[in-house]
């Protein structure tokens, strides 16, 4: 499950007004990993949210462990990527992969992803996965049809999606996260990439499908605004 929790903003206090121009770029994103997480999954992560806001014809410019001292502009935002499982960071449900604070004066330019929830949600999939090819051997053995329920477990395929999971679960929490700052959107939408949470099932879709997370029409329209003005220009 994912959220934009009401939460008073404690991190990036030290906006100074440094004179420091925004790199070209739609939209940039200034990616914090305080994870050190290894090439692939970086890769993966950038990839997916870039096909993600592609369909806005929102074009990303990524700058990797660095953050300018100055308030960011509308169109830049922060992704900080947290080894943590987010659960010293408010009371209740701990299922929350990503957030992005806010307070009364607006939402706040950073999204915070925490990489151990991403990691507990690939474990429940590979659970579902090892479950789903038992019975399917078993299954192939007796000679008999495989039970419905197994196929909602997991794709046959699963074990070939397991390896870049977490990254695009990663990917998911924070381009949800993303339109919540780009749009300064509190709400949440019935389906697509803004819905208030994400099942399980869902995750299993490959990057270059991504149906279950995809923008909507009015996100779409709302976003272009990015790639149609000039960069660092105000809203
Ligand atoms: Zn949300």
Not at 62 to 69: D, G, H, K, L
Not at 135 to 157: C, N, Q, T, W
Not at 189 to 215: H, K, Q, T, V, Y
Request: hydrophobic share 40%; aromatic share 8%; glycine share 8%.
């Amino acid at each position: 499950m994912i959220a934009s929790l009401a939460m008073a903003t404690g991190a990036g206090a030290s906006e100074g007004q440094q004179q420091d121009p925004a790199p070209a770029g739609d939209v940039v994103v200034y990616l914090l990993d305080h994870q050190y997480l290894p090439t692939d999954e970086l890769t993966t992560i950038q990839a997916e949210i870039n096909r993600i806001f592609s369909d806005a014809g929102v074009r990303i410019t990524w700058v990797s462990n660095a953050s300018p001292r100055r308030r960011l502009s509308p169109n830049e935002l922060r992704i900080i990527v947290l080894p943590s499982d987010g659960t010293r960071w408010f009371q209740g449900p701990s299922n929350i992969i990503g957030i992005a604070p806010h307070d009364d004066t607006g939402i706040g330019r950073n999204c915070f992803v925490f990489y151990r929830q991403a990691i507990w949600f690939r474990q429940q999939a590979v659970w579902r996965c090892r479950q789903a090819i038992e019975a399917r051997i078993k299954a192939s053995m007796r000679g008999v049809e495989v039970d419905p329920y197994i196929d909602s477990l997991a794709p046959a395929d699963c074990g070939d999606r397991l390896p870049s999971l977490t990254a695009l679960i990663v990917a998911r929490a924070a381009a949800h996260e993303m339109v919540h700052i780009l749009l300064s959107k509190l709400d949440h939408a019935d389906e697509g990439l803004m819905r208030r949470a994400f099942d399980i099932n869902e995750l299993w879709a490959g990057g270059s499908e991504g149906g279950p997370f995809r923008l909507t029409d009015p996100e779409i329209t709302a976003l272009r605004s990015f790639s149609t003005s000039t960069t660092g220009g105000s809203r």
